[in-house]
């Protein structure tokens, strides 16, 4: 299941002749999950399916009744239920919005999961206060502690049995799992969830995020690369949420694959650039300064404006 992902262990990726495990090494990457891989031809990346799907349940999540986004855009998509808790039982008080939903036709079910309000809510109440990761499962890492407590208040709080009704009426549908920044974070560890749990098959499994900060550790990342052949992070130009919480920090946190990132505006016809490395040097990390806006806006929408509006036609 999952990507044939090459573990190398101590070895390194030496950057001077293209090839892992290459010794003396004048320029090497450490990180084996660095080592360049693309995502097979099957499990490809396609802007025109985002743009025109994940786009939609992505800023659904910024309406307390996503089912106006689906009316206006995606009309055989079906609300199912939504879900609001407090994110943490401590610290700043911030909402954790979640809907699930479901479409006959394109046979999918979604969850989604709302971002928060701007880069600076995330950064200055939210990483400022929060620090630590929790055991996910003995074999897939640690997430970092704010996240997952935020999915488990989500989870107990309904999503659990929703999203076990819907499985157990449509068992052979596809599962869409979207987020935006806190909410891509969030989404990540849900589609991780129901499939280390037995619930979903990874092969069965779309997870697209976008502004997603970094979720959980290195053995986090690398179960997760393992486990789920299509799985996209967007990261639009100079956004600084996906570079938050640091790798380095004392939490030594790292993004799973694949980055997508767009060093632009994002409009229809914009290049992308399929980041061959999980969280290297040579895509968006590379930006040494951010634009706080990128973060609210993608393929040329502010998400939480859009989304709150209904999705309306453009």
Not at 38 to 51: E, I, S
Not at 114 to 127: F, K, N, S, Y
Request: glycine share 8%; aromatic share 14%; proline share 6%.
């Amino acid at each position: 299941m999952g990507r044939n992902l090459k573990i190398v262990g101590i070895f390194s990726w030496c950057v001077t002749v293209n090839e892992c495990g290459f010794s003396p090494c004048v320029t090497s990457i450490s990180k084996a999950l660095n080592c360049p891989e693309l995502p097979d031809k099957a499990h490809a990346y396609d802007d025109a399916f985002v743009r025109s799907k994940i786009l939609v349940t992505t800023a659904a999540a910024f309406n307390n009744h996503p089912d106006k986004c689906f009316k206006n855009a995606m009309p055989t998509m079906s609300l199912s239920k939504t879900f609001s808790v407090n994110c943490s039982a401590e610290g700043p008080q911030t909402n954790c919005f979640g809907f699930t939903s479901f479409d006959t036709t394109q046979k999918v079910i979604v969850m989604s999961f709302r971002g928060t309000q701007g880069a600076t809510q995330l950064t200055e109440e939210i990483l400022d206060f929060f620090t630590g990761k929790k055991l996910f499962f003995p074999d897939a890492g640690h997430i970092f502690t704010y996240f997952y407590d935020a999915f488990f208040f989500l989870w107990n709080g309904g999503l659990s049995q929703d999203i076990r009704n819907l499985k157990y009426k449509y068992p052979g549908y596809e599962l869409w799992v979207t987020g935006h920044s806190l909410g891509g974070a969030i989404a990540s560890i849900a589609a991780s969830y129901v499939v280390h749990t037995g619930l979903f098959d990874g092969n069965n499994v779309k997870l697209v995020t976008m502004g997603q900060p970094r979720t959980g550790d290195y053995d986090y990342a690398v179960w997760h690369d393992k486990t789920f052949p299509y799985s996209f992070r967007i990261v639009h130009h100079k956004d600084i949420v996906p570079h938050i919480p640091p790798q380095y920090g004392k939490d030594e946190l790292f993004h799973h694959r694949t980055e997508v990132w767009y060093n632009n505006n994002m409009s229809t016809t914009d290049p992308y650039h399929i980041c061959a490395e999980a969280d290297g040097l040579y895509c968006s990390n590379r930006q040494l300064d951010s634009y706080p806006p990128d973060h609210l806006t993608y393929f040329d929408i502010n998400m939480p404006d859009w989304g709150s509006q209904g999705c309306p036609k453009m």
